[in-house]
């Protein structure tokens, strides 16, 4: 755990839990599905590459949607989805690793598991194509990306300023997500990924993640060198009970197209 200064208190509730979790006996092996493929078929379609993420709720959500996780991921793939994200996390995003086996047997595209993983032996809870790692929350990131790769998993490493960025440079990440959510206020501010964005290499596959909201940020984002966005909230929409999730995939799918100026 890099540092535990300056947590949002539901941040380090969400940790505190992470920390009591472990992993199954028997050590996950998966033929993973390769998003840079599917980001490459995204390009060629004229898609966004947008991974939409299957968030029952959160800390900062306005509600909760408990609908049927493999219809919330057939409904966004119908909206040009490129790949898809889904929480795990039990007890503060209403997630769990059987909703994410249930979705990755239902598509064909890859999958990322959206935890708090902190330790090795919680790799080994569920098959899925990318997984997450959270630079401010590992000690041993080299070691814990080595143990991701050597099972199969394309690790998603997620960073929030330029020294955290160096962090998972220096540790290898060749697929680097920027949280545009600060973990010490939960405040969301797109600028985070335009500043970090500037510093990574060309060889890194980059992801924004958090707070795009419209087609504008969409576009804001792609300009900053996005290769893809990581939405959860403005697809789910939870203040909306039942909202259409392929509309709200769409619009940010088909955001390059500039009609929707929003
Ligand atoms: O989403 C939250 O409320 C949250 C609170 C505390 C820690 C992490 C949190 N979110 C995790 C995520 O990374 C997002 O689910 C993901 O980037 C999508 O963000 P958004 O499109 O803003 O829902």
Redesign the pocket.
């Known amino acids: 755990m890099n540092s535990e200064t300056e947590l949002?208190p539901?941040?380090a509730s969400?940790l505190d839990a992470a920390r009591e979790r472990g992993g199954d006996d028997e050590t996950v092996s998966v033929a993973a599905r390769s998003l840079s493929d599917a980001l490459a078929q995204a390009e060629s379609d004229g898609r966004v590459p947008v991974i939409a993420?299957v968030?029952p709720t959160?800390?900062?959500?306005d509600g909760t949607r408990d609908d049927d996780p493999v219809e919330l991921a057939r409904a966004m793939i119908d909206g040009g989805a490129t790949a898809i994200s889904v929480?795990t996390e039990p007890s503060h995003f209403g997630g769990s690793p059987e909703a994410l086996t249930r979705v990755r047997e239902a598509v064909d595209v890859p999958v990322l598991r959206?935890d708090f993983v902190v330790r090795e032996d919680q790799l080994d809870v569920v098959e899925a194509d990318l997984l997450l790692l959270i630079v401010r929350f590992v000690d041993d990131l080299e070691g814990l990306i080595a143990a991701a790769r050597e099972r199969g998993f394309q690790p998603l490493v997620e960073v929030h300023d330029r020294t955290e960025l160096e962090t998972a440079l220096e540790a290898g990440a060749k697929l680097i997500g920027v949280?545009n959510?600060d973990?010490a206020r939960?405040e969301?501010d797109l600028e985070t990924f335009e500043s970090v964005a500037a510093h990574v290499p060309d060889d890194v596959t980059l992801i924004a993640?958090?707070?795009?909201g419209s087609p504008a940020d969409v576009r804001r984002m792609r300009e900053a060198g996005a290769d893809a966005l990581?939405?959860?909230?403005?697809i789910m929409d939870h203040a909306g009970g039942d909202s259409d999730v392929t509309e709200n995939t769409r619009r940010l799918v088909n955001a390059s197209d500039g009609d929707d100026q929003t």
């Open positions: 949002a539901a941040v969400i993420e968030k959160s800390p900062t959500a929480l959206k949280n959510r973990l939960l969301v993640e958090s707070g795009i990581l939405v959860g909230s403005a």
